[in-house]
């Protein structure tokens, strides 16, 4: 008798202990949930720029940053371009990007030990093909003058004077790195026989200088 009451109060306090070690155990709390619900028609994709809303579910998780990774290659993370937003919900403008360029696009949120990532939606920017441009050209102080240049896609322009079409119709030839434009205008109706132009694209803006002989002159442009 005395043998089966020490096994039975053994029983009683192995199964206390397992309880208690159980009870013990630590909460498993689900991962946030990320979403982003930007596409290409909403991301107000321009030459250099877009929009991205994203949203974080926290539930039990403790956020200590969250916002946008991007990147040009595909599942971007903290080691690419990100940016750093205060609230679970928000809309921010992913600037510096290349124009007709693809970017991949995840929102992030991470806690204490670790970082969790939305799946990736691809952004296109905007490109110069296929756009037409009024060219306002400051020649000096007292002469200045606009001109229309459609950017055709296989690299080749035309330009004309809307106050007077067909009399300057010239061609040319364009490129882009980054958002830098290189565009040569050729024409045979006027002296030099040749422009070179050399701006920098920002959302629908660009300005730089063309050549005038031996200097430089400022010209300014926006999208039609």
């Known amino acids: ?106 929102v992030y949120a991470s806690t204490a030990t670790t970082t969790y990532y939305s799946e990736p939606i691809q952004v296109k920017t905007m490109g110069l093909a296929g756009t037409k441009w009024d060219f306002t050209f400051n020649h000096s102080a007292t002469v200045t003058w606009h001109g229309d240049v459609t950017f055709n896609a296989d690299g080749t322009t035309v330009y004309d004077e809307p106050e007077s079409p067909g009399t300057y119709l010239s061609r040319g030839t364009w490129s882009m790195k980054d958002n830098v434009l290189s565009y040569t205008m050729d024409s045979s109706v006027q002296n030099p026989a040749s422009y070179v132009f050399t701006g920098t694209m920002v959302n629908n803006t660009m300005s730089g200088t063309y050549t005038f002989g031996t200097a430089n002159k400022p010209w300014t442009a926006v999208k039609r």
């Open 1 to 106: 008798m005395k043998l089966f009451t020490k096994l039975k109060f053994a029983t009683l306090a192995f199964a206390l202990l397992f309880t208690m070690s159980c009870e013990e155990e630590e909460e498993v709390i689900p991962a946030p949930g990320l979403t982003t619900k930007t596409t290409q028609a909403n991301a107000n994709a321009k030459f250099t720029s877009m929009d991205i809303q994203g949203t974080v579910d926290a539930g039990k998780n403790e956020i200590t940053a969250r916002g946008v990774v991007y990147n040009k290659t595909g599942a971007p993370t903290l080691s690419d371009a990100k940016t750093t937003e205060a609230g679970n919900t928000f809309t921010t403008t992913l600037n510096g990007l290349m124009p007709n360029t693809t970017y991949f696009v995840r």
